[in-house]
């Protein structure tokens, strides 16, 4: 795409979007958050539709499919999923009123079906109240705490963490390499409270006794030998429950908990699908034009624990 085009493009969506706000603002009369919900809903298209250089007038109803495929795909509540194609629907019925479009691409797309149950988020404060929980006077209680911070900061799989390999983890270039579904394997962003908790963890572990075979395990039971699954579990489901916590929860919790504070925050859907190693049909053939930096960004700009931690560093 020619300079000029690409930037006639740009200028000219930034000016629809400027249009829609004015109209939801005066026409439609709705209120500051209202208001503001939309155009946060609107931003989550914009922005999947960002590395395939489309603009809102270019948009297919195999766009919009794949963008609700993606929300389902990280574990969006299907409420949340039905509020963001309602004011996606809201957007597109402007185009055609001001004739910008002739065909309504969003005119067939379905909502979720609300029923769906899906896994309980946590908050960042219910976060912080668990790992606050974790006893560091005890053996394991740095590898704990680590173990969280981790789960939470990359949105592994329990598997993945309890697989994760010293051999896996390079913290100068601030990434962690995971062996997911189907041995396929991926670069996940690594926050840099994670790695000063696992850095601290590492103390311990070093003391500790280690089993032959087992010497590339980052996270150890007891025993030397990698924690289980279960162990993570109990783990969980024990702290939860000091820190007063009466959520059904699991290791899945945070890494859910993780997409959905995510896309809240501001990231970018492919890159957040992309982070937790999704695959699915409508989404797989994208994951291409996501670059190292670009993911490393957005975990770091918009995750919450993030945004915490550069303030406690200021402070």
């Known amino acids: 795409m020619k300079v000029n085009e690409k930037t006639h493009k740009k200028d000219t969506q930034e000016l629809i979007i400027k249009e829609y706000k004015q109209y939801l603002k005066l026409e439609k009369s709705l209120s500051k958050n209202t208001l503001d919900a939309y155009m946060t809903d609107l931003s989550k298209l914009l922005n999947f539709l960002e590395p395939e250089q489309s603009n809102v007038l270019e948009v297919t109803p195999e766009h919009l499919e794949r963008f609700l495929a993606g929300l389902h795909d990280i574990g969006i509540h299907p409420r949340s999923q ?55 006077s005890k053996n394991e209680g740095q590898r704990n705490r680590a173990i969280l911070e981790t789960l939470y900061s990359c949105g ?28 396929k394997q991926r670069l996940v962003p690594i926050s840099p409270r994670a790695i000063k908790e696992i850095q601290l963890y590492f103390i311990d572990r070093n003391r500790g006794k280690i089993k032959k075979d087992y010497e590339d395990f980052v996270f150890l039971a007891r025993w030397g030998k990698n924690i289980s699954r279960i162990m993570v579990f ?82």
């Open 234 to 315: 109990h783990l969980i489901k024990e702290l939860a429950q000091m820190a007063g916590i009466t959520k059904n929860i699991s290791p899945h919790t945070f890494r859910h908990s993780f997409a959905t504070h995510l896309l809240e925050g501001g990231a970018n859907l492919r890159a957040i699908q992309c982070m937790l190693g999704h695959e699915s049909i409508g989404t797989t053939e994208i994951y291409t034009h996501i670059d190292r930096n670009m993911l490393r960004s957005e975990i770091i700009e918009h995750h919450p624990r993030n945004i915490k931690y550069r303030q406690e560093k200021r402070g």
């Open 82 to 136: 039905a509020r963001i194609l309602s004011g996606i629907k809201s957007f597109f019925h402007f185009l055609i009123m001001a004739d910008y479009l002739e065909a309504d691409p969003s005119e067939l797309l379905e909502g979720p079906k609300i029923g769906l149950k899906l896994p309980e988020v946590l908050t960042l404060e219910e976060i912080d109240a668990i790992i606050a929980t974790v006893d560091l």
């Open 156 to 183: 592994l799989r329990v598997s993945e963490l309890t697989n994760l390999k010293l051999s896996d983890l390079y913290f100068d270039e601030g990434f962690i390499k995971v062996e997911g579904k189907g041995s």
